[in-house]
C-alpha cells in the first residue's frame, strides 16, 4: 500500500489510532495535492464557510510546517480542490 493509498479515507488532523470518519460529523474530501483523499471535518460550518483553508502538512512543496491551500468548489461544496503550497509562517 503507498502512501496516498495509505491517507486516503483518513480524518485530516484525527489522531493516527482513531483517523475515520465518525458517525454525526459532515465531512468534505480535499482533492488533488499533498492531502488528497483526506477527509477535513466541516461540522458545524454552514453553507459555503470555509471558502479555503490552508492546512499544515509535512509532505508538501515546503516540507514539515508547509501549508497546502485548498479552495472549496463552487459546485459542490462537499469538495476542496488543492491550489498550492505554501510556505508555514514562523
Do not use: S
Not at 516540507?63 to 491550489?83: K, T
Request: glycine letters at 16%.
Amino acid at each position: 500500500m503507498d502512501e496516498a493509498e495509505f491517507l486516503r479515507g483518513r480524518v485530516y488532523g484525527a489522531d493516527h489510532d482513531d483517523a475515520g470518519p465518525r458517525p454525526g460529523r459532515v465531512y468534505a474530501e480535499l482533492v488533488g495535492g499533498p492531502l488528497d483523499g483526506l477527509l477535513l471535518d466541516v461540522t458545524g460550518h454552514t453553507g459555503h464557510e470555509p471558502r479555503e483553508v490552508a492546512l499544515i502538512t509535512e509532505i508538501g512543496r515546503y516540507g514539515p510546517g508547509g501549508r497546502a491551500l485548498y479552495v472549496r468548489r463552487a459546485a459542490d461544496g462537499r469538495r476542496f480542490d488543492w491550489r498550492c503550497d505554501t510556505p508555514g509562517t514562523a
